[in-house]
T-cell receptor
């Protein structure tokens, strides 16, 4: 199984809502990632989890709260978002690699298209 | 931080022709990895090909090959015998490796490739 799944596929929320994005993989990967992609732009790294611990937080506002309950699941909790947060949110997973190791392909999910009204 | 430059915002190519998508990069690390991803309009990021900095040969995967010129810091993607289904955004990316063993990808701005019949 080389698939990363994300739910929901589309999400529309108001600025006062609380919602969560979910991501799941069963490839035994111990690194999982959230990327944000605005229209006509490249993906930008938001968070990285390594062995279920938050490794990287790229100065993301606190209205985005990641959670990694176990090695297969990754959530992104959303609260009090702004219209400019509307974007495609991509989840990815990979093996954990260390300097000198070879390939580390990141497998991406189909994304959640988020619209904040 | 790594830097990736893709200088072709858009390209139109006739079906069955070969196409080269440019990518240059900047890094001070002697060990690095370069990736190419395809993103159709559906949004999913599809891994195409990987080149490691110490790989002796240019990477090939089916119709995809990498023209890797290390001294010039370029890693151009070559698609042979283009097909209508190749129409998509193409991103060049470099791996940022962190001491924790996790990594994130830094993407170029992408090239929008359109294959014409």
């Amino acid at each position: 199984d080389t698939e990363v799944t994300q739910t929901p596929k589309h999400l529309v929320m108001g600025m006062t809502n609380k919602k969560s994005l979910k991501c799941e993989q069963h490839m035994g990967h111990r690194a999982m990632y959230w990327y944000k992609q605005k229209a006509k732009k490249p993906p930008e790294l938001m968070f990285v989890y390594s062995y279920e611990k938050l490794s990287i937080n790229e100065s993301v506002p606190s209205r985005f709260s990641p959670e990694c309950p176990n090695s297969s699941l990754l959530n992104l909790h959303l609260h009090a978002l702004q219209p400019e947060d509307s974007a495609l949110y991509l989840c990815a997973s990979s093996q954990v690699v260390f300097p000198g190791s070879k390939n580390n392909e990141q497998f991406f999910g189909p994304g959640t298209r988020l619209t904040v009204l | 931080a790594q830097k990736i430059t893709q200088t072709q915002p858009g390209m139109f190519v006739q079906e069955k022709e070969a196409v080269t998508l440019d990518c240059t990069y900047d890094t001070s690390d002697p060990s690095y990895g370069l990736f190419w991803y395809k993103q159709p309009s559906s949004g999913e990021m599809i891994f195409l090909i990987y080149q490691g900095s110490y790989d002796q040969q240019n990477a090939t995967e089916g119709r995809y090959s990498l023209n890797f010129q290390k001294a010039r810091k370029s890693a151009n993607l070559v698609i042979s015998a283009s097909q209508l289904g190749d129409s998509a955004m193409y991103f060049c990316a470099m791996r940022d490796l962190f001491p924790t063993g996790a990594d994130g990808l830094t993407f170029g701005k992408g090239t929008h490739l359109i294959i014409q019949p």
